[in-house]
């Protein structure tokens, strides 16, 4: 017999408020976000499907004040079902398939007291860690008309420190079964809400700049993840203002107890349901919690899909996701459990796949000193310096990778890419050989040799690299502080400290 599956998101007409510490909720009926870039299309990849942001942080914020303005929240009586987005599987041989990959949780880098009442040490960080993910996307008839939703996300270590695990039925489709690019997105770690409607956002908002769902053909419950990648706040990362959960992917043993957690609509608060686990009928399996779907004092209800399934052995030691809470089957609550497939859309989400340079990839550029390459002032012409600045989340900090074979690739500026400034316009990290130094210039047809770059992974340094350019084999380089970037010499066979590099 087949039972039907209940999903625990909570859905609303119209996008909700952009918080400060503490405020009220807000409606809107028919706004639209303020203009931004063009829409980037919905792309496939190993084991899911992705999508970027189509605006700034700056740009994501109006969007949600502009909602906030405009009045207040009313129930949307229709439902957000779960679906089939399709995509390669895994390949074999990716790092880490068919392997246990686990990471430890993460404190928070920021110094401050808790802003949680004493609870035992796990618990206590897992509120700060679990959030709420306000989300809004245009109604595919009448775009005019913005619906709103609510689930719960929870930040999972990361080489970024910016991502947060959630759930795909969370996330908004259109009928072809694609992600809507237009979607927006906010996550609110810590977040309740007062009897009074009293909010709260004790660590403040973060926009997204990426989202990736796991694929699956059959649209089975059993994998039903998503990831968001979210911009940082005033240069801060999410990871390190809240802590981050620890993660493990290709779990095959079941823990003796597991944790859920969520943030429901019917209370707004912070709640865990504690299960004895089993195997689900699904394959690959889910993870099934014996003693009835999570209620009483422990209510997952709507709006708490996409909260954290953690093993429970290991929980007072320091909270370990190994899945996201989907629902329920079976009258028990259910969770999706993490596999390759999941591995490989959070690899991709970050924004590092490992570390690791490839096509069609949007990253940062981190220098050892812990800048970033920068398009200076966001220009927009051709033969605009690029320097290193600390980060700020902006979109004239991030790099999109072309491969144009033989190992190099064109580096092209998202911002300007973003602006419509792309095909023979397009600009991209340059040498300029007049002067030593690298700018943000005009493609020269495919891209000429001082346009083409390599990178070469150092020695010794997992996840750094050198950059280089194809005329002469020069690297880029950084100042100690925050300055031009530099085109010269290696220095060495890895080559110096200032010219080594992450992508992020």
């Given at each position: 017999?087949?039972?039907?599956?209940?999903?625990?998101?909570?859905?609303?007409?119209?996008?909700?408020?952009?918080?400060?510490?503490?405020?009220?909720?807000?409606?809107?009926y028919a706004a639209t976000p303020p203009p931004g870039p063009a829409a980037s299309a919905p792309r496939t990849g190993d084991g899911g499907v992705q999508a970027r942001a189509t605006g700034t942080d700056a740009q994501q914020r109006a969007f949600w004040a502009e909602h906030e303005k405009n009045g207040s929240l009313r129930?949307?009586?229709?439902?957000?079902?779960?679906?089939?987005?399709?995509?390669?599987?895994?390949?074999?041989?990716?790092?880490?398939?068919?392997?246990?990959?686990?990471?430890?949780?993460?404190?928070?880098q920021q110094k401050g007291k808790s802003r949680?009442?004493?609870?035992?040490?796990?618990?206590?960080?897992?509120?700060?860690?679990?959030?709420?993910?306000?989300?809004?996307?245009?109604?595919?008839?009448?775009?005019?008309?913005?619906?709103?939703?609510?689930?719960?996300g929870n930040v999972i270590n990361s080489e970024s420190k910016?991502?947060?695990?959630?759930?795909?039925?969370?996330?908004?489709?259109?009928k072809q079964g694609r992600i809507i690019s237009k979607a927006q997105y906010q996550f609110i770690p810590g977040y309740s809400k007062d009897a009074d409607g009293t909010e709260h956002a004790p660590y403040g908002t973060w926009t997204f700049?990426?989202?990736?769902?796991?694929?699956?053909?059959?649209?089975?419950?059993?994998?039903?993840?998503?990831?968001?990648?979210?911009?940082t706040?005033?240069?801060?990362?999410?990871?390190?203002?809240?802590?981050?959960?620890?993660?493990?992917?290709?779990?095959?043993?079941?823990?003796?107890?597991?944790?859920?957690?969520?943030?429901p609509a019917n209370s707004n608060q912070f709640h865990t349901c504690v299960r004895q686990p089993y195997w689900g009928p699904d394959n690959p399996p889910q993870i099934l919690g014996r003693g009835g779907p999570c209620n009483g004092d422990s209510e997952l209800s709507g709006g708490a899909s996409g909260g954290p399934l953690l093993d429970g052995d290991t929980f007072d030691s320091g909270p370990v996701q190994i899945g996201d809470f989907s629902g329920s089957r079976?009258?028990?609550?259910?969770?999706?459990?993490?596999?390759?497939?999941?591995?490989?859309?959070?690899?991709?989400?970050?924004?590092?796949?490992?570390?690791?340079?490839?096509?069609?990839?949007?990253?940062?550029?981190?220098?050892?000193?812990?800048?970033?390459?920068?398009?200076?002032?966001y220009r927009t012409d051709s033969g605009a310096p690029v320097h290193t600045y600390h980060a700020t989340g902006g979109q004239n900090q991030q790099w999109h990778l072309w491969d144009k074979g033989e190992g190099y690739f064109l580096i092209e500026n998202r911002y300007t890419e973003q602006q419509g400034v792309t095909g023979a316009e397009a600009r991209v990290l340059d040498y300029n050989f007049s002067n030593g130094t690298a700018w943000s210039h005009r493609v020269n047809g495919t891209g000429s040799d001082n346009q083409l770059w390599r990178f070469r992974a150092t020695t010794g340094r997992p996840g750094w690299y050198t950059i280089r350019s194809k005329r002469g084999d020069l690297c880029l380089g950084a100042p100690e502080g925050e300055g031009q970037l530099t085109v010269a010499p290696c220095g060495t066979t890895d080559g110096l400290d200032s010219q080594q590099w992450k992508l992020q």
């Open positions: 017999m087949e039972h039907p599956l209940r999903r625990h998101v909570v859905t609303l007409a119209l996008a909700t408020a952009g918080l400060a510490a503490v405020l009220p909720m807000a409606q809107v129930q949307f009586t229709g439902k957000l079902p779960d679906w089939k987005p399709k995509a390669d599987p895994p390949r074999p041989k990716e790092p880490g398939a068919g392997r246990t990959v686990e990471a430890p949780a993460a404190a928070p949680f009442a004493a609870g035992s040490p796990a618990e206590t960080r897992l509120r700060a860690t679990t959030g709420r993910i306000q989300i809004s996307w245009p109604d595919e008839e009448n775009p005019s008309t913005w619906w709103g939703s609510a689930c719960t910016d991502v947060i695990a959630t759930a795909r039925h969370c996330i908004p489709h259109d700049r990426s989202v990736g769902v796991v694929s699956d053909s059959a649209g089975q419950q059993s994998t039903d993840t998503a990831f968001l990648a979210l911009n706040q005033n240069g801060t990362h999410v990871q390190d203002k809240v802590g981050a959960s620890g993660y493990r992917f290709g779990t095959t043993s079941l823990p003796n107890q597991v944790v859920i957690a969520g943030i079976l009258d028990d609550a259910a969770a999706a459990v993490w596999r390759d497939a999941a591995l490989a859309v959070f690899r991709s989400v970050q924004g590092t796949d490992g570390g690791q340079p490839g096509h069609d990839k949007v990253t940062t550029l981190t220098n050892a000193n812990n800048n970033l390459a920068d398009l200076y002032a």
